[in-house]
């Protein structure tokens, strides 16, 4: 399987998870959604509240999230209303909230639409951030 599968079929086939990702630890994005654009300030910023928690807020695509829960392998966010001319990324207008989980290499970012339910998202990016442990990623 590839990387761009494991975002493609393996976070987005469910209909959960509208943007998804996977990144190296040291950087540079190994597979992506269309949508997702995460740049190299905010894969580093990730990665540094993700090594010395608590976070209060992230940044993924340049779209703002508030933390409700932050540890050294998973981040729990929910959208905040940023005054960005991206529509997506207000409150509301598209995104509910990202999961963020560090593996031993990689970080996995999934952001999601209101609808969808955290838990139901958490459980997912759980399972493949499990597996890729297992497998030394």
Known sequence: ???QDFVDKGLLEGGIIREA???GIDGGIWAQSAGCNISEDEQRAIVDGLNDPPLREIRV???KYRCTMSS???ILSKSALVVESDDRSRSGGGVGG???KKTNQAVIVAE???KSSEMDVLAGVEQLGNYLIRNNY
Request: proline share 11%.
């Open 61 to 63: 695509g340049g779209r």
């Open 72 to 74: 050294l392998d998973v």
């Open 21 to 23: 990702a996977i990144f």
């Open 1 to 3: 399987m590839s990387w």
């Open 112 to 114: 999601y639409p209101p």
């Open 98 to 100: 990202c999961i963020i």
